[in-house]
């Protein structure tokens, strides 16, 4: 399988802040790479696919990049309503495996 | 817009079979592939199953030998067995749809249920 991993594993940050989570896998995915955010007690969101590529309907604040091995999601001028939990996941092979999510919170 | 939505016991005994289903409404379930995920207390997310439209499945071999993932097109919605169960099977069970794309790269999971926790005890 592939292993996913995340960092950090939580953050504190403000309204406005830059905020920056790192997504390695264990081998390389090329681009099959996938952002979402997810809120306790809603479903999640998918945010980026194929590594920088917008969902429907997300800010601009959001961005991805990276291929191979190493990715990253940023979230520019955090809004209060981006205090949630991210995580990525890869779809290159099956079984689909996930990262640990980073969980952002409150400064 | 297309939305899920999971039902099923919340409480199952050990050794027995989980059974959940994942209701789609607002669109068809053609051209997707049907997909279950789980998450332990304190664990990441772990994909499960799947299904596609018109009835291949694929399983996580770590589950492989427990688990049945069933497809009815006519009521719109997708079905997840796990025989067997322990303690180590209580999770918030999630269903998702995943769409493929034709350029490289495009193959995501959305929408998703809020899910339904699921716990195991006597």
């Known amino acids: 399988d592939i292993q996913m991993t995340q960092s950090p594993s939580s953050l504190s940050a403000s309204v406005g802040d830059i905020v920056t989570i790192t997504c390695r896998a264990s081998q390389s995915i090329a681009n099959y790479l996938n952002w979402y955010q997810h809120k306790v007690g809603e479903a999640p969101k998918l945010l980026l696919y194929a590594a920088s590529n917008f969902h429907i309907g997300v800010p601009s604040r959001f961005s991805g990049s990276g291929s191979g091995t190493n990715f990253t999601l940023t979230i520019s001028r955090l809004q209060r309503e981006d205090f949630a939990s991210y995580f990525c996941q890869q779809s290159y092979n099956t079984p689909f495996t996930f990262g640990p999510g980073t969980k952002v919170d409150f400064k | 817009q297309v939305q899920l939505k999971e039902s099923g016991p919340g409480l199952v005994k050990p050794s027995e079979t989980l059974s959940l289903t994942c209701t789609v409404s607002?669109?068809?379930?053609?051209?997707?592939?049907w997909t279950w995920i789980r998450q332990a207390p304190g664990k990441r997310l772990e994909w499960i199953g799947e299904i596609y439209y018109r009835g291949s499945t694929k399983y996580n071999p770590s589950l492989k030998s427990r688990v049945t993932v069933s497809l009815d097109t006519s009521k719109t919605q997708f079905s997840l067995r796990l025989t067997s169960v322990t303690a180590a099977d209580t999770a918030f069970y999630y269903c998702?749809?995943?769409?493929?794309?034709?350029?490289?790269?495009?193959?995501?999971?959305?929408?998703w249920g809020q899910g339904t926790l699921v716990t195991v005890s006597s």
């Open positions: 998702a749809r995943r769409g493929v794309g034709a350029t490289q790269g495009t193959d995501w999971l959305d929408p």
């Open positions: 607002g669109g068809s379930m053609n051209n997707y592939y």
